[in-house]
């Protein structure tokens, strides 16, 4: 499946983004989706996940409360909502495909995106 995110961009702390992911080539309601993050000199973290059927979703601590993942099968696109941003969470945002899988170890994740770069300014 190739996978497409969008929607980065600079917006001041305290404001929100929606980053979106669209999916081709293979049937997306058939994996889990992931969004990981990827800040300069750090390594890539785990964000968040939500299953194959919308039914059920994770997230890291450091976002809980403040992101929402949800996707749209019938648009093959996932959606990462990002409410009251902080300047940490400035980093190049990752969605990623996994079949059966709604963990947070990015090796389990069978395809990913490009990035889209979010950046947060104080």
């Known amino acids: 499946v190739q996978l497409q995110a969008s929607g980065g961009g600079l917006v001041q702390a305290g404001g929100s983004l929606r980053l979106s992911c669209a999916a081709s080539?293979?049937?997306?309601?058939?994996?889990?989706m992931g969004w990981f993050r990827q800040a300069p000199g750090k390594e890539r973290e785990f964000v968040g996940v939500?299953?194959?059927?919308?039914?059920?979703?994770r997230y890291a601590s450091a976002v809980k409360g403040r992101f929402t993942i949800s996707r749209d099968n019938a648009k093959n696109t996932v959606y990462l909502q990002m409410n009251n941003l902080k300047p940490e969470d400035t980093a190049l945002y990752y969605c990623?495909?996994?079949?059966?899988?709604?963990?947070?170890?990015?090796?389990?994740?069978?395809?990913w995106g490009q990035g889209t770069q979010v950046t947060v300014s104080s």
């Open positions: 990623a495909a996994a079949v059966r899988y709604t963990g947070g170890e990015d090796h389990a994740y069978d395809y």
């Open positions: 939500i299953s194959w059927s919308g039914g059920s979703t």
């Open positions: 080539g293979r049937t997306f309601s058939n994996y889990d």
